[in-house]
């Protein structure tokens, strides 16, 4: 049982220490920075988040389909989240189970399709946001070593991964579990390599980095801070590559220190830098969660007991094929 609690208790202990040391220093600043906030920024800021759902969720359409899955964009959009919603509780990305279990039972879809969609999503997602990354490096003078090595990182294992996958095309085993690993590089293979999807889900998922980009561009202007769009694209880059190593529920203290850091670094003030980041990242998980509680309605109860069984790592084979 403890194991179980301390798996959620510690990494969100974390999480939260990291926002109340960020927030401790300059506190009686925020204050004042608050009291002047422009809040009609607000409002923009939470509809290009509404608009970097339903294009993410238009892009998820469009890998099931190619895995000959076929579902609507608003079914999509809400099977994404309520896996990114569980993500916010619990760490480690464990949420994502909650969306092939949705697969699975609203489309009896097989477990491997719903893992081979979640693959081509992460791959595209992470090796698009290093992609922005680069470009934007050239943008700061004081880049540290780590901001190109974080980069780096995810854009040679895109490279490798692509020619994994299609080297893997030449591969067969009469081996079982074999047999399976290569038919889910076959689903992978299906859904995203070839010119016509390589080339949508590329782009799309630019513009979903750049939706990204301008939520935090409009809270820096919500507190009347002019950054140059470059050093927000690479704040964005390595908030989110950062947070995609998955120490705390969401990204969650991580994800605001590294914008902070690179803001900061860019020559912004660590008041102004600070409730930039906290700001853009809880309007983003905000979004998050009522998009999540909205597609619990949709999917109905099981699927609040199914993020509760992730979350308390007490899912079952039952649970898995019957919710």
């Known amino acids: ?112 399709r719903g893992l081979s969609s979640l693959v081509v999503e992460r791959v595209f997602d992470i090796t698009m946001v290093a992609v922005l990354g680069l470009i934007a490096l050239p943008a700061m003078l004081n880049v540290p070593d780590w901001f190109v090595t974080i980069i780096a990182v995810p854009l040679v294992g895109g490279a490798v991964f692509v020619g994994f996958m299609l080297y893997s095309g030449n591969l067969s085993s009469h081996n079982r579990y074999l047999a399976m690993l290569l038919n889910l590089f076959d689903e992978i293979r299906q859904a995203s390599l070839h010119p016509r999807a390589f080339l949508v889900l590329g782009v799309s998922s630019i513009v979903i980095w750049l939706l990204d980009v301008a939520v935090c561009y409009v809270v820096a202007l919500m507190f009347s801070e002019t950054i140059p769009i470059m050093v927000v694209v690479l704040a964005i880059v390595i908030g989110n590559l950062v947070k995609a190593v998955p120490i705390t529920p969401g990204g969650v203290g991580t994800y605001e220190l590294s914008l902070a850091l690179t803001f900061e670094l860019a020559g912004v003030a660590p008041v102004s830098a600070t409730l930039i980041a906290v700001t853009d990242h809880l309007i983003k998980n905000l979004v998050t969660l009522a998009g999540g509680v909205a597609s619990i309605y949709l999917f109905g109860d099981w699927s609040l007991h199914l993020i509760e069984a992730v979350a308390t790592r007490s899912i079952t084979r039952e649970e898995l094929d019957e919710p």
């Open 1 to 112: 049982m403890w194991k179980k609690v301390s798996a959620v208790v510690i990494p969100t202990l974390i999480a939260a220490a990291i926002i109340v040391f960020m927030l401790a220093r300059v506190w009686s600043d925020l204050l004042v920075a608050l009291e002047n906030a422009q809040f009609v920024f607000l409002a923009a800021a939470v509809v290009i988040c509404l608009a970097a759902w339903v294009i993410r969720g238009g892009r998820y359409q469009y890998i099931l389909q190619g895995l000959e899955v076929v579902v609507g964009t608003w079914f999509s959009t809400a099977c994404i989240f309520v896996s990114q919603t569980a993500n916010l509780i619990v760490p480690a990305r464990l949420g994502d189970l909650v969306r092939i279990v949705i697969l699975k039972h609203e489309k009896e879809t097989t477990y491997s």
